[in-house]
């Protein structure tokens, strides 16, 4: 079986996908491509996405394919319709392709309206509003006919068969309340004294929370993390810090970002209006409909101590925040500064800075990642020279 991964909604995504393909992402507990590749541990896997991103991320085409929607969130009935999918069938919802069985993505189908639920990320601001339910789905195809590791006996545990412990984490006096979600904790991972989590909350393997966090519902910290302070309603896609106090709410950060020390976000207007996201096909802010949206960060974006970011804020890629007072609601990817003004972030230092960053995970920044960024950098010139 060869599933091949498409993007329809792309554009809607980034900055996040501008560094990577939309299978890529995190909501929920797994990345796209993780969820469906525990309900197809069979198939083949690969990427139709853009040409730049090709290198990392391959494409493998075969006299017959099913072309998967990345944004889609499998569930056991998607997952039945799929596989019982004829050749040169589409399954349809609403005008969304969730699949397709063909040899090549243009070809005429047939078409199979789909009718049960389907939940689907196609702005970014889903991928924390859709996380309460990505991490229950997530959470039971992990934990299905799994054991935990036990609970130990100085944490405060409500509803504790909703918690699931895997192997090698480390939990020291907290509470966690799995009363209204479940609470997935990931392989080696730690959760620090005094520390009160809400489900649904998910924190994978090697993440970290620090001493006092309070985490609401609907957060997931990606694998390697480290996250202190307040946070609700949040996804971190992994490789990423906020180790001190301050809010993050209703928000999704990249991977290899830092959030300095007491960096404050707000999703809340004082008016209660709708929030506007910056929108990079249309080039201007378009409304979210929500009332609650905070900040949406790149990958290898940082910003400063006591950053104040307002309700809304999008920062590209690679850019670096810090100063006083509140930026713009929109920072583009590759700039340097604050509330008095930007400069590019030149490539060298970008790289300097992220080798440093990675190796402390033990990761490298190869030469195709190198290549990636550097076209990340001249795709957005357009939005920098707006400086």
Excluded at 271 to 292: C, E, H, I, M, P
Aim: hydrophobic share 35%.
């Amino acid at each position: 079986m060869n599933i091949v991964f498409i993007e329809p909604f792309r554009e809607n995504l980034l900055p996040f996908t501008y560094t990577k393909p939309t299978s890529q992402l995190r909501c929920g507990i797994l990345t796209f491509e993780e969820k469906w590749k525990h309900y197809f541990p069979e198939a083949r896997f690969s990427h139709l996405t853009e040409n730049y991103l090709g290198k990392k991320w391959p494409v493998n085409l075969e006299e017959e394919n099913y072309f998967i929607n990345a944004s889609v969130i499998p569930n056991s009935s998607i997952i039945e319709a799929v596989r019982n999918l004829k050749s040169n069938y589409s399954l349809i919802q609403n005008g969304i392709l969730i699949a397709k069985k063909a040899q090549n993505i243009d070809d005429a189908t047939e078409i199979i309206e789909y009718s049960s639920e389907l939940l689907v990320v196609k702005n970014t601001w889903d991928i924390f509003s859709l996380n309460h339910e990505a991490i229950a789905e997530d959470f039971k195809i992990l934990t299905d006919g799994r054991t935990s590791q036990p609970i130990p006996d100085h944490v405060i545990a409500f509803n504790p068969d909703n918690i699931f412990i895997e192997e090698g984490a480390k939990i020291f006096n907290c509470t966690l309340n799995a009363t209204d979600g479940p609470i997935y904790i990931g392989k080696d991972a730690e959760i620090m004294e005094s520390s009160n989590i809400r489900g649904p909350f998910a924190l994978c393997e090697h993440g970290v929370i620090k001493m006092g966090a309070k985490i609401y519902t609907g957060t997931t910290i990606g694998p390697y993390s480290k996250i202190g302070g307040e946070v609700s309603n949040s996804v971190v896609q992994g490789y990423s810090n906020k180790g001190h106090d301050g809010f993050l709410g209703n928000s999704v950060i990249g991977e290899w970002c830092n959030l300095g020390a007491d960096t404050n976000t707000s999703n809340l207007k004082n008016n209660y209006a709708s929030v506007k996201l910056w929108n990079y096909t249309n080039g201007r802010f378009t409304d979210t409909g929500l009332q609650f949206c905070g900040l949406m960060m790149g990958d290898h974006s940082k910003c400063g101590i006591n950053t104040m970011f307002n309700t809304g804020t999008v920062i590209g890629v690679s850019a670096n925040v810090f100063g006083e007072g509140f930026p713009r609601n929109f920072i583009p990817s590759y700039s340097w500064g604050g509330k008095s003004g930007f400069m590019t972030y030149k490539l060298n230092k970008v790289f300097e800075v992220a080798e440093v960053v990675m190796n402390r995970r033990k990761k490298e920044l190869n030469q195709v990642d190198k290549e990636i960024l550097e076209e990340v950098f001249n795709l957005t010139l357009d939005f920098r020279k707006r400086y």
